[in-house]
């Protein structure tokens, strides 16, 4: 496709419930990032990969966050046992190494 | 540690005004400094850039200066339409990987009225 694509746009899941978000990056690109944007804030960096391995998980907030790149394109963030601090926007970026990368529309995450 | 401060929003404006959104960035070294926008319903998109001090980004009419004396990377435009309302994110990166691992403010607000 001509950009970078999410799925789902939006979630809803009760707490307690998995969930797991895909990002389709760009062709090509090497890099890839995933941020959380909660409500009325700027992103924050959650991890990055360059093809398949994860070289960043920093800034993943806890064991619950798990992220992979299995074949160094499409990308999974996937949410274990959801709570309610979980509900957020969650922004997927690629890029091909130094240049500026390109954000998807997000997957809204609402937690009940 | 890294950060970027945002003059808070929302910002409200008439059309053809002047627009100045302040930007303040703490870094060790020399980051790369971004402007994005959000436009309501869409994604982040990239406004401009500057990679070094003294360096002028710009883009449709909005500009940036990449000021180390003062950390900061004022944006700036000279006549605002409504069309540019919008949330406004200053960010900054350290990686060589220009864009990567963005270190974001909070985003201000623009509301342009007619």
């Known amino acids: 496709g001509a950009g970078v694509s999410q799925s789902p746009r939006y979630k809803v899941a009760k707490r307690g419930q998995d969930v797991a978000l895909r990002c389709d990056p760009i062709?090509?690109?090497?890099?890839l990032f995933w941020y959380q944007q909660a409500l009325g804030q700027g992103p924050e960096f959650l991890t990055y990969?360059?093809?398949?391995?994860?070289?960043?998980k920093s800034g993943l907030p806890s064991d619950r966050f798990f992220a992979e790149r299995p074949e160094g394109s499409v990308s999974t963030l996937k949410i274990q046992r959801t709570q309610q601090e979980d509900s957020a926007v969650y922004l997927c970026?690629?890029?091909?190494?130094?240049?500026?990368?390109?954000f998807g529309p997000g997957t809204r995450l609402t937690v009940l | 540690g890294n950060s970027v401060t945002q003059m808070e929003g929302p910002v409200t404006l008439s059309e053809e005004a002047f627009l100045t959104i302040n930007c303040t960035y703490t870094?060790?070294?020399?980051?790369?400094l971004f402007w994005y926008v959000q436009y309501p319903g869409e994604g982040l998109q990239l406004l401009l850039k500057?990679?070094?001090?003294?360096d002028k980004g710009s883009n449709k009419g909005f500009e940036a200066t990449y000021r180390k004396e003062t950390t900061s990377f004022h944006l700036e435009k000279g006549s605002v339409q409504v069309s540019d309302s919008a949330v406004y994110f200053c960010?900054?990166?350290?990686?060589?990987?220009?864009?990567?691992?963005?270190?974001f403010g909070q985003g201000t607000e623009l509301s342009v009225k007619p």
């Open positions: 970026a690629s890029s091909q190494g130094g240049t500026t990368g390109f």
């Open positions: 062709s090509g690109h090497v890099s």
């Open positions: 990969f360059q093809n398949e391995a994860q070289l960043d």
């Open positions: 870094a060790t070294g020399y980051p790369s």
């Open positions: 500057a990679t070094k001090a003294d």
């Open positions: 960010a900054l990166s350290r990686s060589k990987n220009q864009g990567g691992k963005l270190i």
